[in-house]
């Protein structure tokens, strides 16, 4: 019996991350910030029939205090865990200026610091495992910064290099650390990095064309499934690898990254605001 734990699983990719591991086989542990958001989730997986193999936990990643008790019941209940799939995160948008201190702690609290805090938590359960596995979901904003994008971008910033390290760390002991980098998906992550667009006037031209690239991002965003089906073909591998990308644009933005200059990146990215 193999058992995983997805993190903020009421919504988006978590939440069918959630029913494709089901179906796979996992018992998943469904870890939700607030358990009165669980209804979708357990309907679909009713439907299944499958809902044995699923059970939703009550855990914020920002509290320690509920990460322990449910790292307790996985000791208790399963003495391992298999599959730890640290997904909770939310953007928060923004330019740099405009934003308080209070706006960057809460999004490191839960994107950076709630990983951390999760992942150390649970580690200990995933070493008794024949075959760990750690997925960090990053982003394509994991490897490029966007503007108007600071706390999130730098966010994910650091989760890709957590992630390296700790894969480094962790091989030997025969446990994998991937990271997931999507490109933009219909998810409810652009709710709250989209709000900005009400503060912002008509004569901020910078920051307008910023928010107008966000939103037509969201409109034409991807269906999330194609996310949650390579997190499931990810978790049955034997020797996963580093980085998958998935998502329109995501390859191709990473060679742009690697190849061209950044001073021509700039060049273009500004001419593109400016008008």
Known sequence: M????????????????????????????????NTANEDELLSMVKKLKMEDKL???????????????VANWIESKFGHLDVLINNAGYS??????????????????????GVIQTTKILLPLIKLSNR??????????????FPGMGPYCSSKFAIEGLSESLRLELLTENIYVSLVEPGSFKTGIWEKGLEIGKVIREDETLKRNAYNFAKRASETAGDPLEVANL????????NPKLRYRVGKGTRSLWFIKK???????ERTVVRKLKN
Request: overall charge positive.
């Open 2 to 33: 193999r058992v995983a734990l997805v993190t903020g699983a009421n919504g988006g990719f978590g939440k069918l991350i959630s029913v494709e591991l089901v179906k796979a086989g996992f018992v998943v542990i469904a870890a939700v910030r």
């Open 55 to 69: 059970i939703i936990a009550e855990m914020d990643v920002t509290k320690e205090k509920q990460i322990k008790e």
């Open 92 to 113: 928060q948008g923004g330019f740099i200026q405009d934003l308080t201190m209070e706006d960057w702690e809460r999004q490191y609290d839960t994107n950076v610091l």
């Open 132 to 145: 760990g596995h750690i997925i960090n979901i990053s982003s394509v904003s994991g490897y490029f910064g």
């Open 231 to 238: 997190v499931r073909k990810i978790c049955e591998k034997k």
């Open 259 to 265: 190849i061209i200059p950044w001073g021509v990146i």
